[in-house]
């Protein structure tokens, strides 16, 4: 299951990246989710988790909703993550393409031993990096229905 899951994630990341690379993409978020948020409006990548988890049920079929919430959630993460979820939200962030994030290495060490302190440590330094760039921090919104 979980190499499915990797492979369907994948697939959606592709197809969601392409799409948030046009100029569309924020038009194409308000046709499917009602109210976008101030943070979404500034910076529109992310919505790609939004728009990827709507794409994967609407148009390629996919119900089960762990998988749909683990894509909504993989940028910014929630509460009360699912294992699933927890894990493509640090995939994401220590993915081999990654280079800029703070403490990367040890990040990546940690990844096979302790999922639960992975998760903290990125979020950790997510929320130090949004108060270094006086980025509010993203608030949950039920603004939209898969």
């Given amino acids: 299951m979980l190499i499915l899951t990797k492979l369907i994630l994948q697939v959606f990341y592709t197809i ?3 799409i948030s690379a046009t100029k569309n993409f924020c038009r194409y978020a308000r046709t499917i989710i009602f109210q976008l948020m101030y943070s979404e409006e ?4 992310l919505l790609h988790g939004k728009v990827g988890a709507f794409m994967a049920k609407n148009k390629y079929g996919i119900t089960d909703e762990e998988i ?3 894509i909504t959630w993989h940028t910014t993460g929630k509460d009360n993550m699912t ?3 927890k894990i493509v939200f640090c995939a994401d962030y220590i993915e081999p393409g990654r280079t800029k994030q ?3 290495e040890e990040l990546r060490s940690i990844a096979l031993s302790d999922l639960d302190m992975l998760t903290f440590r990125i979020l ?3 929320v130090e990096y949004l108060k ?3 980025f509010g921090l993203y608030r949950r919104q039920y603004y ?3």
């Fill in 42 to 45: 500034r910076n529109p990548s």
């Fill in 144 to 146: 939209y229905s898969l």
């Fill in 68 to 70: 749909l919430s683990a």
């Fill in 16 to 18: 969601v990246q392409r």
């Fill in 132 to 134: 270094a760039k006086s």
């Fill in 83 to 85: 294992d699933l979820e």
């Fill in 102 to 104: 703070p403490h990367l």
């Fill in 124 to 126: 950790e330094d997510t």
